[in-house]
């Protein structure tokens, strides 16, 4: 079974610009969550998809968006670049066990902003 | 705002030592979840304590949910090598709203 995709693993940009990140979760798995892991906050959540609605969203600007497609594959859209936004931005699918809520983790794309 | 907490921080043990990692929070999870994360790659599930009270074993590992779900333990016994890397908690909100990580204890084990 394949695991969580995650396309492009590395990327530079410079400041001003924007970039959209790619995520293909487990088959079958119609949640889709994003997170930003940096050393200093750790991972903090984006927002969430499911069905192709954001459920939940974090405490990010709104120059962080998303969407979600029927197929279940999501994108992540980040406007306007900054230099704290270089992080490892990671997707995480769940079968939405409301009990115990496992995530499966993709191995992350990392932005470097210059 | 549900927040975790998570000691220490920072570990560097020898190879064949005991250790334990602590996450504290002030609020009530469902569940509370434990993954790895090794360099470059994202946190892997090692489990999920839904019960207060509840202990579950892993191998080496073990984990311990609060009798009040508000906290974890994590106990590995004997360390090797390969249990190096960032131990993560995270909790489920009771209505299920999005799932907290603490920031995470990175832990190196020198052979």
Same mark, same amino acid.
């Given at each position: 079974k394949a695991g969580v995709t995650q396309?492009? +693993?590395?990327?530079?940009?410079t400041r001003g610009q924007q970039v959209t990140l790619s995520c293909s979760p487990i088959s079958g798995h119609r949640s889709v969550s994003w997170y930003q892991q940096t050393p200093g906050q750790g991972l903090q959540f984006l927002f969430e998809y499911f069905?192709?609605?954001? +459920?939940?969203?974090?405490?990010?600007?709104? +120059?962080?968006?998303? +969407?979600?497609?029927?197929n279940s594959r999501s994108e992540m859209n980040v406007s306007t670049l900054e230099l704290g936004d270089s992080a490892l931005y990671l997707c995480a699918s769940s079968l939405v066990d409301r009990n115990t809520g496992e995530l499966f983790f993709g191995e992350g794309s990392r932005l470097t902003v210059l | 705002t549900q927040l975790l907490e998570q000691s220490p921080q920072f570990l560097s043990i020898q190879e064949?030592?005991?250790?334990?990692?602590y996450c504290n929070s002030s609020s009530v999870f469902s569940s509370?979840?434990?993954?790895?994360?090794?360099? #470059?790659? #994202?946190?892997?599930?090692?489990?999920?304590?839904?019960? #207060?009270?509840?202990?579950?074993?892993?191998?080496?590992?073990t984990f311990q949910f609060g009798d009040a779900r508000k906290d974890s333990s994590l106990h590995i016994t004997a360390a090797q090598p390969g249990d190096t890397g960032l131990y993560l908690c995270a909790g489920v909100g009771t209505s299920y709203d999005k799932v907290i990580f603490g920031p995470g204890t990175s832990l190196s084990v020198i052979p």
């Open positions: 396309t492009p +693993r590395y990327l530079i940009k069905s192709e609605t954001q +459920r939940n969203k974090g405490n990010f600007p709104g +120059r962080f968006s998303g +969407r979600q497609f029927s | 064949g030592e005991n250790l334990t990692v509370l979840q434990w993954y790895r994360q090794e360099p #470059g790659e #994202g946190p892997v599930l090692l489990v999920t304590v839904v019960t #207060g009270g509840e202990v579950k074993k892993l191998k080496r590992l």
